[in-house]
């Protein structure tokens, strides 16, 4: 996703921001919702709580790694920078035994204790989800230092921590020509962060999410139980913390599926100027049996030079045509594609190729080509980190919006978002692409999806200037997405929201629906006390979550992983 972020940066030299940055990062208060433009009057973050706030038995736990009460600011900031809560204390764990105990101390202080807990990875959640206000915050990337170990017997796989970066479990991988077989756009990314919500990438077409390519599961429960999970065992768990969204527990190891790593990627874009076209094609492709090994989109509106900005990276097929086409002005919807290959096998991928491109209506003269390393692919976006950091433009405002779409009402969708809410411009990258759950989609897990076996992610990645009161700014991107929203909520689309964000019960009643009640139910099975993931707003720490559990059965699980 990101590196069309940065291409839509650059582009429109959005460059302006470097000490309004280091002012906006001095002003963060120890809770605050950056939903408007007034942030001048806010404190900053104070650098601890005072004592008395801090609960001094935390302290006595017998740890093998520490907590920290002081300088935890970076644990109120995620990548969407638009909520900041400060936590009392930040756990850095050397085991999984750290995060049972602290859990487990909490639990064990019941209702009374208003103290919860949120898993941290890298930071890149969007409104808060991995913050604690005044609790604690566990840093999951303690946890790397645990050895990735790779099996390669018939069905490989590797064992890994929950706070392990997808970046260093590529690396690893790849040094037994192995690999992960579904990825997210941007990897540096923890384990147990992308399999509580879904990891959705180009590959999910073929792949289904990560949450469907993973073998077994170790998870710490909001009760401080440790619990190895599987489809055979502890299966209600195991369905439960994938997509769950942390609620039902934090995880601490997974088994990931692997698959023989291709050395080579063809990778190609071309353009369409009819969404109708663009999305029967993408259907098309998704539903071959012998098609790309990648499938993603994005839709360009009024971006001058469009081709000339794709030359860093492709070579276009027909150089002199594609130096005579005219983006300006128009909406486009990019088709982007990539072929797995071997260096043996460049005759028959270029057949291939010539094949599946002569099934499609594109623009002829916006074919675009490159051919890179399977790792250089994977990790495309990194590139544009680093310049997205270079040129401070990385941790400003990031007020995503990513909707699931039912393909029976995508060209609706499309006419009325993409003619008339964004008929001017775009403050961000808008990726579009389908799936078919019918391809290893499990509906046992706690993911909610529109419910038809096509269904399209729509992502938003807009990036706002603080401070600016226009279109770029993020008020207006608030507004922006809240019609959106409001619009698929009137023509009854039956679109769902993926990383959700809702700020009332009701609201997430209505996300969830026929699964409310199981998710409920599993809420007061393994976190009866509401301890975990605060930052979702799904549940609050209460008494009334206990005295339903009174007739609950007590579940007794076996400890060791992979036993």
């Known amino acids: 996703m990101l590196s069309h972020v940065y291409r839509f940066l650059k582009q429109n030299n959005v460059i302006h921001l470097k000490l309004l940055m280091i002012l906006l990062m001095s002003c963060i208060p120890d809770r605050i919702d950056l939903s408007s433009n007034h942030l001048e009057a806010t404190p900053p973050i104070p650098s601890h709580f005072n004592s008395s706030n801090i609960l001094p038995s935390l302290k006595k736990l017998c740890l093998d790694g520490y907590f920290s009460f002081e300088n935890n600011q970076y644990a109120a900031r995620d990548f969407g920078n638009t909520h900041h809560f400060l936590p009392s204390a930040v756990l850095h764990p050397k085991s999984v035994s750290d995060i049972s105990s602290t859990i487990k101390h909490i639990f064990d202080m019941g209702p009374g204790s ?27 990337e303690s946890l790397q230092e645990q050895e990735i170990q790779i ?48 990891g959705i990438s180009g590959q999910a077409f073929k792949h289904g999410p990560q949450i469907s390519n993973v073998y077994q599961l170790e998870v710490v429960t909001g009760k401080g139980e440790v619990v190895t999970c599987s489809e055979n065992q502890n299966a209600d768990l195991f369905y439960a913390v994938l997509g769950g969204l942390g609620q039902f527990g934090i995880i601490t190891r997974a088994r990931i599926s692997l698959e023989p790593a291709p050395k080579m990627i063809k990778w190609i874009r071309v353009l369409y100027s009819d ?41 276009p097929k027909d150089p002199i045509r594609a130096s005579q086409f005219n983006s300006e002005g128009r909406t486009l919807y990019c088709l982007e594609m990539a072929l797995y290959f071997s260096p043996n096998e460049v005759d ?146 039956g679109t769902k929201q993926y990383l959700p964000h809702y700020s009332t019960q009701e609201e997430w009643r209505a996300h969830f629906g026929p699964k409310w009640k199981a998710f409920q139910q599993r809420k007061l099975a393994y976190d009866p006390l509401a301890i975990l993931a605060p930052g979702q707003r799904i549940f609050q720490k209460a008494i009334p979550l206990k005295t339903h559990l009174a007739n609950q059965p007590q579940r007794k699980y076996p400890a060791s992983f992979g036993a």
């Open 275 to 315: 969404f109708s076209s663009f999305s029967k094609d993408q259907e098309h492709l998704i539903s071959s049996q012998d098609s790309f090994n990648y499938i993603e989109g994005f839709v360009i509106i009024n971006r001058t030079g469009l081709l000339n900005t794709w030359r860093s990276s492709f070579d």
């Open 348 to 493: 028959s991928v270029n057949k291939k190729l010539e094949r599946l491109l002569s099934e499609l209506s594109y623009i002829h003269s916006t074919l675009f080509l490159s051919e890179v390393s399977y790792l250089e692919f994977l990790n495309r976006v990194h590139f544009s980190e680093r310049k997205l950091r270079q040129k401070g433009l990385w941790e400003i405002p990031h007020p995503w919006l990513n909707l699931l779409v039912p393909k029976s009402k995508i060209n609706q969708f499309a006419e009325e978002v993409f003619g008339n809410i964004l008929n001017y411009s775009s403050n961000g990258p808008i990726l579009i692409y389908p799936v078919n759950k019918s391809n290893r989609w499990n509906n046992k897990t706690s993911l909610v999806t529109p419910d038809e076996d096509i269904v399209y992610l729509v992502a938003f990645l807009s990036s706002a200037t603080p401070f600016s009161t226009g279109k770029d700014g993020l008020e207006n991107i608030l507004t922006q997405n809240k019609r959106i929203l409001e619009y698929c909520a009137e023509a009854r689309l």
């Open 114 to 140: 208003q103290l919860t807990v949120a898993a941290r990875g890298h930071g890149h959640s969007l409104q808060g989800q991995a913050q604690a206000h005044q609790g604690v915050v566990i840093n999951m």
């Open 151 to 198: 099996y390669t017997g018939e069905q490989p796989y590797a064992d890994v921590s929950g706070g392990q970066l997808w970046i260093n479990i590529l690396h690893e991988t790849l040094r037994y020509g192995l690999a992960p077989k579904s990825w997210t756009d941007y990897l540096y990314l923890t384990v147990g962060g992308t399999l509580s919500n879904a």
